[in-house]
């Protein structure tokens, strides 16, 4: 069983930076795929970035590349994702989910756990 706990949402003008944390409980969280979901109202939930079990292999949706990086941190039982150069269109409630597989997906319904979201805001 893992739990995930995100945070570091907020408020942020348009062209600014956030850090999403998320905190993972159990002890075989270095052997998940993780991933970065998000749900803005309205739309359906969409794949952010994922990265493997082991940080070797990440993958971004094209809105987001070459502005987002997803990194983890196995001793610390978190992974990350830094959000530079934000646009109003980045405004969603943000999820980290789990993958027992050990390699991240694209698809929502391969992941086996999810955490509750944090809200991320960009006003233009």
């Known amino acids: 069983q893992v739990q995930l706990v995100e945070s570091g949402g907020g408020l942020v003008q348009a062209g600014g930076s956030l850090r999403l944390s998320c905190a993972a409980s159990g002890r075989t969280f270095s052997s998940y795929g993780m991933g970065w979901f998000r749900q803005a109202p309205g739309k359906e939930r969409e794949f952010v970035a994922g990265?493997?079990?082991?940080?070797?292999?990440?993958g971004y949706a094209d809105s987001v590349k070459g502005r987002f990086t997803i990194s983890r941190d196995n001793a610390k039982n978190t992974v990350y994702l830094q959000m530079n150069s934000l646009k109003p269109e980045d405004t969603a409630v943000y999820y980290c989910?789990?993958?027992?597989?050990?390699?991240?997906?694209?698809?929502?319904?391969?992941?086996?756990?999810w955490g509750q979201g944090t809200q991320v805001t960009v006003s233009s």
């Open positions: 990265i493997n079990w082991g940080g070797a292999n990440t």
């Open positions: 989910a789990a993958s027992s597989s050990s390699r991240y997906s694209a698809y929502a319904d391969e992941y086996d756990y």
